[in-house]
């Protein structure tokens, strides 16, 4: 029976629910484009107002998984887990961690995104590696995965087109921040990956999309819900997103620091982060017991080269220059000169905004403003001073690595991102230094 589409809007405006058959009908006339754009915006914002129930939300998600294509992995023996961040600064993560935990003998075939405003995107970074492609075909990417046990790739017109129909409308129409809209947008496309398992990393802080616990949680409840509905393992992970990840922001610079902790190396947060999200991956497909055993699995892999090989591997499987691995200064491409933003005053520092971080290198030309923008992928900022250190005024806060371009607006940015504290308040010192390093808030399994 045709769909009254006037109807069905109507009725999520007042607050009822929609039928299973109502749902999949209306998302298969957005994918078929038989939807005027005014009536599923109309649509979204009555879903923004009113939301979606358990069952909706399942079924929604499901609809939008089944516009497009589902990859069949059923050939690969391995069990099949990846991790999903909802996107923060200076997030390198994922580039360790699926090599690191293939390297524990799970299958990790990961379809990742582009960085957009000031947060940035596992392609754009891996695209900073001379020759590195990420858009190669299904057979090619499930023939990676199962000889090298990873692989990260774009994601392909046919992977859930609905979202992107349904997420152009959503910028445009004040319905972005909707948890349904948004739990169901990421994990129609997660789920399309053919995968048994799946960890979510749900940032929370000044640098994410949640700024409160509460919204986390409430993401991270949705996410889960339709992960279990489709039959998956979830495991949902709260991290905190206030100061930036690691010290480099900026794709070269944010693939070095990966290699860096793919050596045994790096700065403590960004290896802890990833020893403590590959063990919930580990947990989550099987291999091991408790987290605890998981994250001395990681760590071994990290510490004894077996997950650098991987990552070597992989990059030259994707047509990348393996060399990165052993000399990544001179392989990855850098900006030709470097500024260094001073603190205007002595104390200590009491915050870093990682939304301002991520401005700052965008005004360098490391991310993107628009879609289509290109990115210059040899730019970024180097942090020197983190929080809770104590600085004296004049000395360096960080280097910006540029070509020229963006530098003024940068360094107000940074200016405006680090607070600091007169040194007469620095009682509160102990506040800061005795705060827990781990950046993982919250675990739901
Ligand atoms: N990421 C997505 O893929 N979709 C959203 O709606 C928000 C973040």
């Given at each position: 029976m045709a769909l009254l589409i006037p109807e069905l809007i109507r009725k999520k405006r007042d607050g009822e629910t929609l039928k299973d058959a109502e749902i999949r009908g209306f998302i298969a006339g957005v994918t078929a484009g038989t939807i005027a754009d005014y009536q599923i915006a109309a649509m979204l914002m009555a879903i923004y107002l009113r939301g979606l129930d358990h069952r909706e939300l399942a079924t929604w998600a499901d609809a939008m998984l089944h516009s497009g294509d589902v990859l069949d992995l059923s050939s690969i023996d391995r069990v099949k887990v990846d991790k999903h961040s909802t996107g923060g600064v200076g997030d390198k993560i994922s580039i360790p961690l699926a090599p690191a935990v293939a390297a524990c003998g799970l299958a990790v075939p990961m379809v990742s995104g582009r960085g957009l405003g000031h947060t940035g995107g596992t392609l754009d970074k891996l695209e900073?590696?001379?020759?590195?492609?990420?858009?190669?075909d299904t057979a090619r990417f499930i023939r990676i995965v199962d000889e090298i046990g990873t692989s990260i790739i774009g994601q392909t017109a046919?992977?859930?087109p609905a979202d992107g129909v349904l997420y152009a409308l959503r910028d445009v129409t004040a319905t972005v921040e909707s948890i349904p809209l948004i739990a169901s947008s990421i994990m129609s496309k997660k789920l399309a990956e053919g995968i048994d398992g799946l960890v979510l990393d749900v940032k929370l802080g000044t640098g994410a999309f949640m700024k409160t616990r509460e919204r986390a949680v409430e993401l991270a409840t949705a996410l889960k819900a339709i992960g279990e509905a489709a039959g998956k393992r979830v495991t949902a992970v709260i991290s905190a997103m206030d100061d930036p990840i690691g010290n480099r922001i900026g794709n070269a610079l944010e693939v070095e620091e990966a290699i860096a902790v793919l050596r045994g190396e790096g700065p403590l947060d960004t290896r802890e982060l990833t020893t403590q999200l590959g063990a919930e991956m580990l947990l989550c497909g099987g291999a091991c017991a408790t987290p605890e055993d998981g994250a001395a699995r990681i760590t071994g892999v990290l510490d004894d080269g077996s997950a650098l090989e991987i990552f070597r591997r992989m990059v030259e499987a994707q047509g990348g220059d393996p060399r990165v691995v052993d000399e990544p200064a001179s392989i990855l491409p850098r900006g030709r000169r470097r500024t260094t933003v001073t603190a205007p005053a002595s104390g200590q520092i009491q915050a870093i905004a990682s939304n301002e971080i991520g401005n700052a290198a965008l005004m360098l030309g490391?991310?993107?403003?628009?879609?289509d923008d290109p990115v210059d992928p040899g730019v970024g900022v180097v942090i020197h001073r983190r929080r809770g250190d104590s600085v004296e005024a004049g000395e360096p806060l960080v280097d910006l690595i540029h070509n020229d371009h963006g530098v003024d607006e940068a360094t107000q940015r940074i200016l405006a991102a680090y607070n600091i504290s007169p040194p007469?308040?620095?009682?509160?010192s102990t506040d800061i230094s005795t705060q827990p390093t781990s950046r993982v808030l919250e675990v739901m399994r």
């Open positions: 900073a590696i001379p020759g590195f492609q990420v858009e190669i046919r992977i859930a490391a991310g993107r403003r628009r879609k007469q308040t620095t009682d509160i």
